[in-house]
């Protein structure tokens, strides 16, 4: 708890910083992003999602949210306090070009694969998100999140602390309970049946 909450107070220091010049270049604001996100050869911190290879219109959503205070989570508030649309479009842009995460490198249970394989058709994850997890539109990428990110946005959906843009969500979550979170999070940030992306966008390739 006390390492999170000094990684917290790191971040939003940093972001204080970079957000003091709302004209900062999408290079400088993805920098920043990048302490504490991670990039193409350092994972992101603890709790923090990889941002490689999102969707650019979630990507747009989502910071939309976060500077209009809709997602009250530091320290993206503070870094975005002030961004115009179009800053918010460029630096989204940039982010979406970001390389794919590498899959959690641990091996995976297979009772717990499987488990989650089955919620999975169920529940249809792999039609809004695709078939690959890859994400499309405003419905973000799941491949390769972290574990623990994946599984703090489940259980937030659940509990309301972080609202969908409509109500599926809610229904597909609603019979579902930790056990089928932990699962879902723990197969999700293993999955390597990501598609082939279009290597001229940086994206990274996993075999199955």
Known sequence: MHLLKGITAACTLMAAVFSASAAESPDALLATCQSCH??????SLPGVPSLGAQPL?????????FREKMRAVEPMTTLLKGMKDDELKRL???IAKL????PNAEPADAARVERARALVVQHRCNFCHNKDYSGQQNVPRLAGQREDYLLKAL???KSNARRGYDAIMDDVLYPLNDDNFQDLAHFLSRDRKSTRLNSS???ISYAV
């Open 38 to 43: 991670g990039d193409a050869t350092r994972a």
């Open 57 to 65: 219109d979630f990507l747009t959503i989502q910071l939309y949210m």
């Open 92 to 94: 989204a842009a940039s």
């Open 99 to 102: 390389p794919a995460p590498a």
């Open 155 to 157: 259980r937030d959906y």
């Open 201 to 203: 966008h940086g994206y």
